[in-house]
């Protein structure tokens, strides 16, 4: 059955109340006015038939009463008239024997109107008036007594019996009237009753469905509906019946895919042999490899601060990529060995570690953690430690003969040991040349073992702006002049002194201006810049030269790395010292440049402000 047809069926009862109701009704009113009729039928036609007989017999009376007192004719026609109708009127109540008693009555009331008729006919007989009246009172009038007293005990017992129906009728109204309050009570609550519980019979599939959608929404794919029947409800809970076996079946395969994907990728970074480990953008640990849990000790589990038992140092580190990642600013990565951290591990003894890090992207593409790889650089480590050493001993027992050399060489080119030609002392000029460059690079090599076993000492002075970039440029003008490329400068005012080691700024400088000068064709232009941001002095130096291709840019900081096809002279360092002499002072140096239009070279200096 259709719910439709249900809910159609539950509003039967109180119709079918209604029904019985309305017939109770018509029924009972009927016979109420029914009994109404019979009172009139039944007696109200005897009384008006009675009364009339009485008023007739009056006037045969009062006929009677004129003829003695002398006015016979008028007496006569009187009584005439009268006869008929009293004869009809009597016909009447003998056809409306209703009462008990009344059959008697009314033939009481015939015998004594015969009597009375034929006392009358009688008197009409009498010869005179005196022997009329005489009739009159003996017989006539007798007789006119008894038939009226007839017809008033007629009038009488139909009177009696309308008030005892009406009585009746009254008490039958009054008992209708509880009848219809009674009826209309118990149809009300009969109807009331199986129409409510109709309704719910009908409608308590829907609960049940709506029980099973709720435990559903909070979760619980186990629930199913249960509604029996063909309806459109029992219809609605099959489909989603269907709908929580499919979501039950997609569930348990996507855990189960989840799952297995997961112990997938724990075996993935659990075979690296670099510490991984996983951070929250809040800085909570949401997953460590193998590596990671042997060599920092840190455990997944550890609620709290999960970092607590890292050391210090490295833990600073972490916290420093970490907050790059999870910033905003991309990928990190290192830009160099200097930047592995000491790590003491139990068997292996010291280890460094490289960091990197990746951001891990949400649902909508936000960054919520962050992938933190600890490349172990040991080997690379000792190994640059070994070339350092041996560039730094190279170099070192480099300086010594070579400065003899140049001493010689000087000595033979300026004729002090004897006359030279011409032609060798352009030689011995060539030869001083290269010697001063071979020196040049023995001082950068020095410099950079210097600097790179920790032991730059910076000697930090407060210096004018002005005097610092212009010794850097004269340095160079020569060189530029040579080459025909213009040398400008551009000092914000903001900046008239700052606090630096002045030797080894001017350095810095003279290297990123000769570079620009040397990779710049004639008629181009190398100009400085100097600006503030904020806690920051910044210096830019500008070239118009053949620019560097993007793959180079990251690079040429390295040390002993030379673009191929740069000119021949340099031995790759300058670019590696000079940001390790603005990392020293606290700042950074990068390069921004597009091939074909030329570089700019920055660097920052953290530098108070001023006033
Ligand atoms: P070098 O002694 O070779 O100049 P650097 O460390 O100063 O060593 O520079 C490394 C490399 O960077 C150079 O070989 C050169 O190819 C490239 N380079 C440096 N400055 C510039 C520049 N202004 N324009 C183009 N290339 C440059």
Redesign the pocket.
């Not at 340099?570 to 590696?576: D, F, I, K, N, R």
């Given at each position: 059955m259709t719910l439709r047809s249900r809910l159609l069926l539950a509003q039967a009862p109180l119709v079918l109340a209604l029904l019985f109701l309305g017939a109770t009704a018509v029924i009972t009113l009927a016979r109420v006015g029914r009994s109404g009729q019979q009172v009139l039928e039944d007696n109200y036609r005897s009384v008006l038939a009675t009364q009339r007989i009485t008023e007739q017999l009056e006037r045969m009376d009062s006929a009677a009463l004129f003829i003695i007192a002398g006015e016979r004719e008028r007496g006569l026609t009187q009584q005439a008239t009268q006869r008929p109708s009293l004869e009809s009127e009597l016909g009447i109540q003998q056809g409306n024997i209703t009462e008990p008693g009344e059959a008697e009555a009314t033939q009481r009331l015939r015998t004594a109107w015969t009597k009375y008729r034929e006392e009358f006919d009688a008197f009409l007989q009498a010869q005179d008036t005196e022997a009329a009246r005489t009739r009159y009172f003996e017989s006539l009038s007798p007789a006119f007594q008894e038939a009226k007293a007839a017809a008033s005990s007629v009038l009488a017992l139909n009177q009696d019996a309308m008030v005892r129906k009406n009585d009746r009728l009254r008490q039958q109204s009054e008992r209708v009237n509880t009848l219809m309050v009674l009826a209309v009570v118990a149809a009300l609550g009969f109807g009331l009753f199986f129409t409510t519980s109709l309704v719910q019979r009908a409608l308590r599939p829907v609960s049940v469905l709506s029980q099973a959608v709720r435990r559903l929404g909070q979760g619980d794919v186990e629930a199913r509906a249960v509604v029996e029947g063909r309806d459109e409800i029992a219809g609605l809970a099959r489909d989603f019946n269907t709908m929580a076996e499919r979501l039950a079946q997609y569930r348990k395969s996507s855990l189960g895919e989840l799952l297995q994907a997961q112990a997938v990728s724990q075996a993935a970074i659990d075979s690296l042999p670099d510490p991984v480990l996983v951070l929250g953008a809040e800085g909570g640990l949401l997953n460590v490899n193998a590596a990671a849990e042997d060599v920092l000790h840190l455990r997944l589990d550890e609620g709290g601060d999960a970092l607590g038992r890292v050391e210090p140092e490295v833990r600073a580190v972490l916290e420093r990529v970490r907050a790059h990642v999870v910033g905003g600013r991309g990928t990190y990565q290192p830009r160099g060995y200097e930047e592995a951290v000491r790590v003491e591990a139990s068997p292996e003894g010291v280890r460094w570690l490289l960091p990197r890090g990746s951001p891990v992207h949400g649902e909508t593409g936000d960054v919520v953690g962050a992938t933190l790889i600890l490349q172990d650089v040991t080997r690379l480590r000792r190994f640059d430690e070994l070339k350092n050493d041996l560039v730094a001993t190279v170099a070192h027992e480099f300086r010594t003969p070579l400065t003899s050399l140049r001493m010689a060489i000087h000595l033979v080119a300026e004729g002090v040991v004897g006359q030279v030609t011409e032609k060798q002392a352009d030689l011995l000029f060539a030869a001083r040349e290269d010697c001063e460059r071979l020196q040049g690079i023995v001082d950068d090599l020095l410099d950079l073992s210097r600097i790179q076993s920790g032991q730059l000492q910076l000697d930090v002075r407060e210096v004018s702006m002005e005097e610092l970039v212009e010794q850097a440029l004269s340095a160079q003008r020569t060189l530029a002049e040579d080459r025909g490329v213009r040398l400008s400068q551009s000092l914000s005012p903001d900046v008239e002194t700052v606090r630096v080691d002045p030797d080894r700024l001017q350095l810095v400088l003279g290297?990123l201006v000769g570079?620009?000068v040397k990779?710049t064709p004639q008629a181009g232009e190398v100009s400085v810049r100097v600006s503030r941001e904020g806690t920051h002095v910044r210096f830019e130096v500008k070239?118009t030269?053949?620019?560097?291709p993007a793959q180079e840019q990251a690079r040429?900081f390295e040390k002993f790395?030379?673009?191929p096809g740069?000119p021949a002279g340099?031995?790759?360092?300058?670019?590696?010292i000079a940001r390790d002499i603005v990392q020293a002072h606290g700042g950074e140096l990068g390069v921004v440049s597009t091939q074909g239009q030329g570089?700019t070279?920055w660097f920052t200096l953290p530098q108070p402000e001023q006033g």
């Open positions: 290297n570079n620009g990779h070239d030269g053949e620019g560097i040429i790395y030379r673009a740069a340099g031995a790759g360092l300058g670019l590696s570089s070279f």
